[in-house]
């Protein structure tokens, strides 16, 4: 006779079962040959009311999956795709950079994949990013607070489906915007584990890169970091700080202050490349400042409109960092690629790398309160920063992490690849690491791979960087 905790486990089982679809890939489209690593990709349902599903690749350690960490990426935006972590950033593929000429774009192995030391699920949220979709336009809604439940209520369900990684130690992690999201969504597991929620997760800690905060910081920092960087005059730079002193400069009050921050962002800001102030400016490339939209019902309008019209993003120069990421529109917009990755028919028209065409009720508001409750539990933090970015400027995150008030266990000092300074860094009490990745822009592992891989295999075994 079944007991009635078997007859629950079973019922558990088969909810839990539907939710979630997936498939592994041996070989993708443009790659040679089968790929030297475990790909998974699949879809887990994480809105029931509106049908919204989060679409996921996940990519096995390289070394020893069993052990080795679980990390959950997230990508910025909001709405980029996580294709571009995967593509660009920390997983073990990446385009070659050839002119395009019509014919599937080649993709080949990059060693300095982070995949070397840790399982990684990359995932395309909130619903509308990559492959994630809604059945219902009203679960394209997103702002933080539901980008960090439904990422929660994935990777339950993920770990539902993938026992075996459930004891594996846990982190969350992203840059640029999602570095908003990520300690949010590590509170969110932090509080699940105090609830002795099932399954019971294994969250060591979170990392992010040059993250936004929500405080103003992120922006203010800006216009000291490119006096610094010799892109604005000392008398401009003097006028900026007597008429803006005080100002939030996402949202400035005084209007002498107002011009200035017009002044600075279309005279100077707007013709080099502030992802990476020595870099390239390709302007088909630049991506809106990290405060630049909200939900209106506009926006809604032109998601209906625009839904089925196919917009290819221009070609930049090929000398362009960004060139690839236009080949990474025709390579997932391509049907043999959609088939090979099991991306369900007549869910995403258009793969879009960040889509803009989606609201997002981005709010001014400050996450800081979710990185103390984790820091003072003793949970892990690693937030590094490519020192050439002018988004998110490292000195403004050094700023709102001295502000944190926790004491210092090892002051500035200089990391090491190769024998060659990489970056600096700082440690506090509490397990939180700081380290800048010299010469890196905003995303620094697209920048200085082998830096940043060094960074996290150090980090991870908790050796100094
Ligand atoms: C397009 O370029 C690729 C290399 O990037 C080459 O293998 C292929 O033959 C070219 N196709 C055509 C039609 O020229
Ligand atoms: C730092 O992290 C380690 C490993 O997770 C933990 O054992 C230790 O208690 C933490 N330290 C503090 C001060 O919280
Ligand atoms: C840090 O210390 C300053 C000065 O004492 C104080 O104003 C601030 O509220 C403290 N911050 C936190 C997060 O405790």
């Known amino acids: 006779m079944a007991s009635p905790l078997l007859i629950v486990s079973l019922i558990f089982v088969c909810l839990f079962s539907s939710a979630l679809s997936s498939s592994v890939v041996t070989h993708l489209p443009g790659f040679q040959g089968p790929l030297p690593f475990y790909l998974e990709t699949g879809y887990v349902e994480v809105d029931e009311e509106n049908g919204g599903e989060f679409f996921y690749y996940f990519i096995e350690s390289e070394n020893k999956p069993a052990e080795d960490p679980l990390l959950l990426w997230l990508t910025g935006g909001p709405r980029c795709s996580a294709f571009s972590g995967l593509v660009l950033e920390i997983g073990p593929l990446k385009f070659v950079a050839a002119e395009y000429n019509g014919s599937l774009p080649s993709l080949v192995y990059h060693p300095y994949s982070w995949t070397k030391v840790s399982n990684v699920i990359f995932l395309d949220s909130p619903l509308g990013s990559g492959f994630s979709y809604s059945r219902k336009d009203e679960g394209y809604d997103a702002n933080d607070a539901s980008w960090s439940e439904q990422t929660y ?30 300690p949010m969504v590590a509170k969110r597991v932090m509080d699940g584990i105090d609830e002795g929620k099932e399954p019971l997760l294994n969250l060591k800690g979170y990392m992010i890169g040059n993250p936004a905060t929500g405080e103003k910081v992120d922006e203010n920092s800006q216009i000291p970091y490119a006096h610094s960087m010799g892109i604005i005059s000392d008398d401009f730079f003097e006028m900026i700080q007597k008429s803006c002193s005080g100002q939030d400069y996402r949202t400035p009050t005084d209007s002498q202050c107002q011009m200035y921050l017009n002044l600075f962002n279309n005279s100077f800001l707007s013709e080099i490349n502030n992802q990476h102030i020595l870099e390239m400016y390709c302007p088909e490339c630049r991506l809106e400042p990290l405060h630049s939209f909200a939900s209106t019902t506009s926006d809604k309008r032109i998601l209906k409109e625009n839904k089925n019209i196919l917009q290819p993003p221009p070609f930049p120069d090929l000398r362009c960092r960004c060139y690839v990421y236009t080949l990474a ?32 009720a981005k709010e001014l508001k400050s996450n800081i309160k979710y990185h103390l409750s984790l820091l003072q539990r003793g949970y892990r933090a690693l937030v590094y920063s490519g020192d050439h970015d002018l988004m998110v400027p490292f000195s403004g995150t050094k700023q709102w992490i001295k502000a944190l008030n926790f004491s210092i266990a090892e002051d500035w000092r200089s990391w090491h690849v190769g024998g060659q300074v990489a970056g600096y860094t700082m440690t506090y009490s509490n397990n939180l690491t700081f380290a800048t990745v010299k010469g890196a822009g905003h995303t620094a592992p697209e920048y200085k791979p082998q830096e940043c891989l060094a960074m996290i295999m150090r980090w991870i075994s908790s050796a100094l960087l």
């Open 153 to 182: 209520k994935f990777l339950i369900q993920w770990l539902v489906e993938h026992p075996q990684f459930i004891s594996n130690p846990l982190y969350i992690a992203g840059d640029s915007y999602a570095g908003k999201i990520v």
């Open 329 to 360: 529109y025709y390579w997932a917009n391509s049907n043999i690629v959609r088939k090979a990755l099991n991306v369900k028919k007549g869910t995403i028209k258009e793969w879009i790398r960040c889509n803009r065409h989606l609201p997002y």
